[in-house]
């Protein structure tokens, strides 16, 4: 992948300048991060609910009706609520202050970011991507970029701008290239390659002293018009829908990064072959929707701990301390940004904030957009999301104007790599510094790449994107364009908790041919996933106006708007039904023959999954359900109507939790023969437990509470998630969600880390004392010296002795 090494690495990302770049720097000034808060109108949901409105905004200020009321000020509020308010702000008041603000300083070489940070649904995603009718700030950054550098050729030809795309997803704290192909696989494992190939989990951050942080590896896609990058955007969002349900993600776990390097060049354009001496500026623009921050008690029983909400939010809760850090930090330095330094601040506790580090305490200029709801039932979220952006108002970050040339940074490379390989040839262990070598051999190429083949490079690797999509059945394009398909051509869409993944997986029926599906290489549409079977479905289309689906395979679910569908049966589908295939993937069945068919596609909250997420997971038909009903309508007659339907429903939950934990052991753990099964205690009140038993035995291993088992069952999603990338899944025993660590094992573990502990403390100690008497005797050497010859030497000497014997000490500290 000679190509694939960014180019973000130019000093775009600088946090601090290297020798090469202080000259051509002018000063810089420290400036907050700016914060803006918008907020959205109420859900379908909260209509339905008749929920109240508890947020108003004054100019800058928003004031939250809690108890008692509380008012904040930020940089902007947008009144995003009431499309008949005189101060409604529709997207492009939202581009004009932040879109523009951050495209126009990247123009003048300064780097900029913006972070969307809000709970699930709070319109995050609305406000960077948007949708056809309203486009959101990244669509609209993309078309005023490319304007521009239309606009600069028109006035004078020897200005130029390139543009280079690159797209990542940071999911359970792994990175992901959303942009990567690779000819060498089949086309559906290289599509899911997103969170399942090897190259994939082979991405890292790195953290350069001069080209600040980036990501080695990553695909960056050099664009020369909008169409492009809207391509790319979409294929990655396609890949990110396709990955979620192949993985079994029931929500929206992920922070996308969308990344966009820019190089301005001003003066004559050199001959082929001659050096480049243009005058260039360099910058880079990083736009993040983060992953919803759930409230636990909205996802579970009040009072669990669930794994899933820490999942969800481990990155968010990183990026709270950091910002926890820099606020109080900043405080007591003072106003400059520089002075508080970033030492000590936990930014490698995530992948999220490790990436982050430049935006947060760097060359940036930083912008967050706080998305709340106005809805009272989400007043705790919203209260939350207010302090957070609060104190995110409170950083400064130092963004400085990246004017430099490509010599300078060749140059400075090629030193670092001569003093690279001098260390490797002298060190008795060189492989540790191999990766390290290659990955600044592999930089050092790419930024003496000849720009021409970069795109011819790009047009390659689209066409096999294109190519990868046909091969699925994806269309590449939108309705009525793709494959020639005319517009009574049934398809079918995929439904998301998420708006960015909804309505982005379009699957044709052409007419007079049937679509196979499963998970096997030769089905026309190739799905993967817990409960989607080697051949699951046949679905036919006759006259485009009928559209039938058979389930094929004993194996393998289907539920078509709620009910189960048996093996060998045959169902008719109508314009607007939900499948449900496997566990985590659903499709809207559209019919263009019907009258409102037209509309579907273009109403994404048709697409989501409000209130639905559970539909496909019914309980009749589950061996569980089927040995426990019978007794469960014995013990709901001698309740009282409101604590019977309570019960009903947490049997119901707890047996969907356990049939889909008795498909995850089927494939993590077959040899173990785990499975789960829903009971009631005997006594009244009756309660719900889960029972732990082998495959053939009646006495149960282990007898856990719903709550414990909601838990436990995220810890074997994250394990098939493993499982399914890896091919294998090696568990730590105090990490096995399948089994119960016994008291002496977790006695022996606290032992031995008290042991590891007191190991550590007694060689800082001993690090401490060396550390003391060696700068006692600098100082009494430096006291009895009285000429500077004497002392230069002297103290040389020291100084050589005292690394030396320093060297095993901090080796075995570490």
């Known amino acids: 992948r000679p190509l694939s090494v960014p180019f973000l690495l130019l000093p775009a990302l ?20 700016r914060v803006a808060v918008r907020v959205r109108p109420f859900s379908k949901r909260e209509r339905a609910l008749g929920c109240a409105c ?3 905004m004054d100019g800058r200020h928003t004031t939250v009706q809690a108890k008692p009321p509380r008012t904040y000020a930020y940089d902007a509020a947008y009144w995003s609520h009431d499309t008949e308010s005189p101060s409604y702000a529709p997207q492009e008041v939202v581009m004009r202050d932040i879109g523009g603000a951050i495209l126009q300083s990247a123009l003048s070489g300064y780097n900029g970011c913006l972070f969307a940070y809000g709970q699930t649904g709070s319109g995050k995603t609305h406000s960077l991507l948007g949708d056809d009718a309203a486009p959101g700030v990244i669509p609209r950054v993309v078309a005023d970029l490319f304007a521009e550098k239309t606009r600069r050729l028109e006035l004078d030809s020897r200005k130029q701008l390139r543009v280079w795309i690159s797209y990542l997803e940071i999911y359970n704290d792994h990175l992901y290239d959303l942009l990567e192909v690779d000819g060498e696989q089949d086309s559906f494992k290289q599509f899911l390659g997103s969170r399942g190939s090897e190259a994939a989990q082979r991405l890292t951050i790195r953290d350069h002293p001069k080209f600040g942080v980036y990501v080695p590896g990553l695909s960056t896609v050099p664009c020369e018009s909008p169409q492009e990058v809207h391509r790319l955007v979409a294929f990655g969002t396609k890949r990110r829908a396709m990955a979620a349900t192949a993985m079994n993600d029931h929500s929206s776990r992920s922070h996308a990064v969308f990344i966009m390097k820019l190089q301005s060049l001003d003066g004559t354009r050199p001959a082929e072959g001659e050096q480049e001496d243009r005058t260039e500026l360099h910058s880079r623009i990083n736009l993040i929707d983060l992953a919803g921050a759930e409230r636990q008690s909205k ?42 330094g970033t030492s000590g601040i936990p930014f490698r506790a995530s992948k999220l904030t490790w990436l982050l580090k430049d ?31 609060a104190s995110v108002k409170t950083i400064k970050t130092v963004a400085t104007q990246n004017r430099c040339t490509r010599d300078e940074l060749v140059s400075s490379l090629r030193q670092e790599l001569e003093a690279l390989r001098a260390r490797m040839a002298a060190s008795a262990e060189p492989a540790k510094q191999q990766v390290q070598l290659l990955e600044r051999e592999q930089l050092l190429a790419e930024l003496t790449a000849d720009y021409k083949v970069q795109i011819d490079h790009a047009k390659l690797m689209q066409g096999a994107r294109d190519a990868v999509l046909k ?50 290489p030769d089905n026309s549409i190739c799905l993967s996933g817990l409960g989607i079977a080697e051949h699951l479905c046949v679905i036919e289309n006759k006259d485009n106006k009928t559209l039938t689906i058979r389930k094929c395979s004993e194996d393998g679910r289907i539920v078509l708007n709620g009910s189960l569908l048996e093996p060998g049966t045959t169902r008719k589908l109508q314009n607007g039904h939900r499948l449900c295939l496997g566990r985590a993937l659903v499709l809207r069945v559209s019919l263009p023959s019907a009258q409102s068919a037209r509309v579907l596609h273009h109403a994404k909250t048709d697409l989501l999954l409000q209130n639905l997420e559970d539909e496909g997971a019914v309980v009749e038909g589950s061996p569980s359900w089927a040995a426990l009903h019978e007794y469960l309508a014995q ?18 939950r707890a047996v969907r939790l356990c049939d889909e934990a008795s498909e ?3 494939v ?28 053939d035995g009646k006495t149960p291993l282990y007898n856990w509470s719903l709550s414990q088992m909601a838990e436990r069952l995220d810890r074997m999603r994250d394990c098939y998630q493993v499982f399914t990338r890896m091919g294998d899944c090696e568990l730590d025993m105090m990490d096995d969600p399948w089994t119960e660590v016994h008291p002496a094992d977790i006695w022996a573990r606290v032992r031995d880390l008290e042991v590891r502990l007191e190991d550590a403390q007694a060689q800082n100690l001993r690090l401490e004392s060396h550390h003391a008497r060696a700068v006692a005797w600098g100082v009494f050497l430096w006291q009895g010296t009285h000429s500077d010859h004497t002392l230069k030497i002297i103290f040389g000497a020291w100084l050589h002795v005292v690394t030396r014997q320093a060297q095993p000490l901090q080796h075995q500290a570490t």
């Open 664 to 666: 995850i052991s089927s």
């Open 635 to 652: 013990v709901l007659q001698q309740l009282p109507p409101e604590e019977a339907e309570e019960l009903c429903s947490e049997v119901r």
């Open 668 to 695: 993590c753990r077959a040899s173990e023969s785990f499975r789960f099964e829903a009971r009631l205690t005997s006594g009244l009140p009756a309660s719900v437990v889960v029972c732990v038993l082998k495959r």
């Open 299 to 340: 996802v579970c029983t009040s009072g669990t701990l669930m794994k899933q909400g820490c999942a969800i939010n481990k990155g968010l809760s990183a990026l709270a301390l950091v910002i926890k850090e820099l606020s109080e930090r900043q405080g007591r330095s003072g106003s400059s940004a520089k002075s508080s």
């Open 14 to 33: 600088s946090a601090s300048p290297g020798p090469a770049r202080r000259a051509c720097q002018p000063h810089a000034m420290a400036e907050n991060v």
């Open 471 to 520: 091969e699925l059945a994806l269309s590449t394009d939108g309705i009525q364009t793709a494959f020639g398909m005319d517009s009574e051509t049934p398809y079918l869409l995929n439904m998301a908790t998420c708006s960015s993944l909804a309505g982005c997986l379009l699957y044709y029926v052409p007419q007079n041919q049937q679509r196979t599906i499963g998970s096997a």
């Open 359 to 389: 935006s947060l305490a760097g060359n940036s200029k930083t912008h967050m957009l706080a998305n709340i709801s106005p809805a009272c039932e989400s007043i705790s979220e919203t209260m939350s999301t207010l302090r957070f952006a």
């Open 54 to 56: 508890v947020v108003s």
